[in-house]
């Protein structure tokens, strides 16, 4: 299946498949960026899983090593003063040394870290959970962005919509790349955020459900296991509790797949999924 849009070419993918970013510790690094991107889909390096800017510039360059496909880096503004604007300073100067080409921004204001991205070139994706906020960043130049439904890790707002009003709606208002987040996690949910109007999918459940991710595989397990019908797991929707590690999506991820194999399946699957609508005359 080839896909050839706005957003695959702007950041020189094979197809609009991104892996979410991980924050906490020696998750969102070279181990599973590199898999995903060298699958054909586009793997993020997060500064906040690093010890220190030493030990992220040294993964980077081994990601470099190990690919030659696009590996972005993203950056976390939160209120925690230890990822205050000292803390991002040394990552933002060694990936503009490193001349890192894609960079994702995500939570509150991060417009300058955008904007010295894109005055070196770099193309700049920022994740955003409310429409209010979507169209705040836009208006600051931003080259894409990501907008994660209810259904998603994360904490919650009382302003979010599902990824279904998020994509349909913002179709409609934006024309730059709208990028599907929350509760993707399979073949029909990618085709489906691309059918609603997306140019891409964000995934971060489905890359943790793979063995190149670096965490327990009791948590591998359990998303496996998870099961969306159970009234717990309901509550992080439905009471804007905190979702924990997993995101809905886990619903339909049956197993634990290497990155290539899980991204050939979506891809395929996709394909097998438009045969069949042919097939019917639907298409």
Avoid at 19 to 35: E, H, L, R, Y
Avoid at 113 to 136: E, N, P, Y
Avoid at 172 to 188: H, M, Q
Avoid at 246 to 251: A, E, I, Q, V
């Amino acid at each position: 299946m080839k896909i050839k849009n706005d957003l695959t070419r702007m950041l020189g993918i094979q197809y609009p498949i991104i892996q979410g970013a991980f924050g906490w510790k020696g998750t969102g690094m070279s181990d599973i960026a590199v898999p995903v991107s060298q699958a054909g889909g586009l793997g993020v390096l997060t500064v906040t899983c690093y010890e220190d800017p030493d030990q992220f510039q040294e993964d980077l360059r081994k990601a470099r090593r190990l690919t030659d496909k696009p590996v972005a880096v993203n950056f976390t503004v939160t209120k925690v003063p230890r990822f205050n604007a000292d803390y991002h300073a040394e990552y933002i100067r060694i990936a503009l040394q490193e001349s890192v080409r894609i960079v994702f921004t995500s939570g509150y204001e991060a417009s300058a870290i955008g904007h010295r991205f894109k005055a070196a070139g770099s193309v700049w994706i920022h994740k955003s959970a409310t429409f209010k906020h979507a169209l705040s960043v836009v208006r600051k130049s931003v080259d894409a962005v990501v907008i994660v439904g209810l259904e998603g890790t994360g904490h919650k707002h009382p302003d979010q919509h599902t990824t279904l009003i998020n994509i349909t709606n913002l179709k409609k208002i934006l024309d730059i790349p709208i990028i599907a987040a929350g509760g993707i996690g399979d073949a029909r949910g990618f085709l489906a955020a691309l059918a609603m109007g997306a140019s891409g999918v964000y995934m971060g459940t489905a890359f943790m459900a793979t063995r190149e991710f670096r965490i327990a595989q009791k948590t591998k397990d359990a998303i496996v296991a998870q099961s969306v019908t159970d009234t717990e797991y309901s509550k992080k929707i439905y009471q804007m509790q905190h979702s924990g590690l997993h995101s809905l999506s886990s619903g339909v991820i049956e197993s634990v797949p290497t990155v290539r194999d899980f991204i050939k399946g979506v891809v395929s699957g996709a394909e097998e999924i438009l045969e069949e609508y042919r097939s019917w005359g639907m298409i």
